[in-house]
């Protein structure tokens, strides 16, 4: 384990992740009954970007940096800034980058709950300290696949699922992920799941994606952002949320926003995004991913 996300926090890969979260959350408190969010894999929580992993690396500069100043962003790219990034630790300018984690906590309603995993004894150690107090956020120090054996299904009924791995070892961690998967659907047919998985190879992603159209759920949306072509093993060329169970309209609710995100974060050349249902409410294939 030697993955620190304080070294990645606010990238472009984060900066897509985060939309999307933000969206899903927005999606279940469009209902007035309470929701359980469950993170897998939930980092530390605060990433400061004046830190030494932050500064050796710079990857929040083409990220997070490039949004956070940019005027005239789509209203959900709004909120979250004045939402989330704005807070007390962001008054003088952006000094921190909130994890998932934080992010959500400072959505949620007095009735919703958070479940939060992280197997790093460090990570979790400062997890813990930012939540200390908080009665509806539960930070747990283990394996976050394991965990969701015992946390679903929640006792709201309602939910969604963040899995957001290192991807270490890529091959590995896909197969991880679709044993949790095939497990957690079994106990929790209705839950919402977002996974998140980086983009090398376009070749090491596409397996896992067929996999989950014959998962059984419907309703699978898949959202990308590509900043560089998708051909070199070696450096992270773009990112992709897939939704399990996706809110029906939330194609709708990111289109602008990933628009506007592709044009924000543009690399060497312009950015790719695709956005689209791999399964529709019927279970029909409406897409092979490419
Ligand atoms: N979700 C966080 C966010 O968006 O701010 C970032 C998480 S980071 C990509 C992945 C985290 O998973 C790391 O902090 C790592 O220590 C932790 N981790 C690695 N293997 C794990 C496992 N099996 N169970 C729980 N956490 C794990």
Redesign the pocket.
């Known amino acids: 384990?030697n993955?620190?996300?304080a070294y990645?926090?606010g990238n472009f890969a984060?900066v897509l992740?985060?939309t999307v979260?933000l969206a899903l959350i927005e999606a279940m408190q469009a209902k007035p009954t309470p929701f359980c969010y469950i993170?897998?894999?939930?980092?530390?929580?605060n990433y400061p970007l004046d830190g030494f992993e932050a500064r050796k690396t710079g990857e929040h500069k083409d990220g997070i940096a490039r949004l956070h100043p940019a005027e005239k962003v789509p209203p959900l790219l709004q909120r979250w800034r004045t939402g989330i990034l704005k807070s007390e630790d962001n008054e003088q300018g952006l000094k921190h980058y909130p994890?998932?984690?934080l992010?959500v906590a400072r959505l949620l309603r007095p009735d919703d709950s958070a479940q939060l995993?992280?197997?790093?004894t460090e990570?979790a150690s400062k997890l813990r300290d930012l939540f200390r107090g908080n009665p509806q956020v539960h930070v747990h120090q283990?394996?976050?696949?394991e965990?969701l054996k015992a946390l679903l299904p929640p006792k709201e009924k309602r939910g969604l699922v963040?899995i957001?791995?290192?991807y270490e070892a890529q091959d590995a961690e896909y197969k991880?992920i679709e044993q949790a998967l095939k497990s957690a659907l079994l106990r929790w047919p209705t839950g919402v799941y977002a996974v998140?998985y980086p983009i090398k190879l376009r070749s090491q992603v596409q397996p896992f994606l067929r996999k989950l159209q014959h998962s059984g759920v419907k309703r699978i949306l898949r959202a990308e952002l590509l900043v560089h072509p998708d051909d070199s093993p070696l450096r992270l060329n773009g990112s992709g949320m897939v939704i399990l169970n996706a809110p029906w309209n939330l194609d709708d609710t990111l289109r602008e926003p990933l628009r506007v995100l592709a044009s924000l974060l543009s690399q060497d050349r312009p950015a790719e995004w695709k956005l689209d249902w791999l399964l529709d409410e019927a279970g029909s294939q409406l897409n092979t991913p490419s």
């Open positions: 384990m993955y620190r996300h990645h926090a984060d992740k985060h979260l993170d897998t894999h939930a980092g530390s929580g994890g998932s984690p992010q995993c992280e197997l790093h990570e283990r394996d976050g696949y965990a963040l957001d791995p290192p991880l998140w």
